[in-house]
């Protein structure tokens, strides 16, 4: 009974704070959709939904016809709380690096919680940008001849904000193949 309770009580408080802050959902959920979305993505988004908890995902909460970059950012903003799924392609996707961006930019003028999932890899790969997270990261980003000096900026930007989310407290998940 106790636990009812308290899980009531928590669904109170997420779905509370939305109606009266106008966030239009509680928890923002960014991965890399080849690597996790129909898996570690859509269960922690499926419970979630389970304890009466808002969550946005793009694939399902992102409208037809609308222009996706700025959807994404909006809803982004309009989250308490983002949770990163940092899996081995995540730091490949241009959509996934511009996110985090906008996440931790939300984190310093509001106060966003961001709370980062290390999905079947090392963390300090992240953090030191190395093995193999750093070599793919370099080979799309660094090497690659899209990578003229106009967007050198925003790939330190990139690096940066690496460096800053896998360094926030959060949870690792290695050698976790199946969900």
Known sequence: MALTTTTDACTW???FWSTISHHKHDVFL??????????????LQSALLDAGIPTYRD?????????????????IQMSRVAIIIFSRNYATSSWCLDELVKI????????????PVFYDVDPDDFRGQVGPFGEAFEE???RSSETAPLIQNKVEKWREAL??????????????HQW
């Open 163 to 176: 460096a800053e989310a896998s360094s926030l407290s959060g949870f690792d998940l290695q050698n976790v």
């Open 13 to 15: 408080s997420f779905s």
């Open 104 to 115: 931790l930019e939300c984190k310093r003028v509001d106060g966003r919680v961001v709370l």
């Open 59 to 75: 694939n399902v909460n992102l409208e037809q016809g609308k222009e996706i970059a700025s959807e994404l950012m909006k809803a």
């Open 30 to 43: 960014s991965f890399r959709g080849e690597d996790t979305r129909h898996g570690l993505a859509e269960e």
């Open 140 to 142: 799309r980003f660094l």
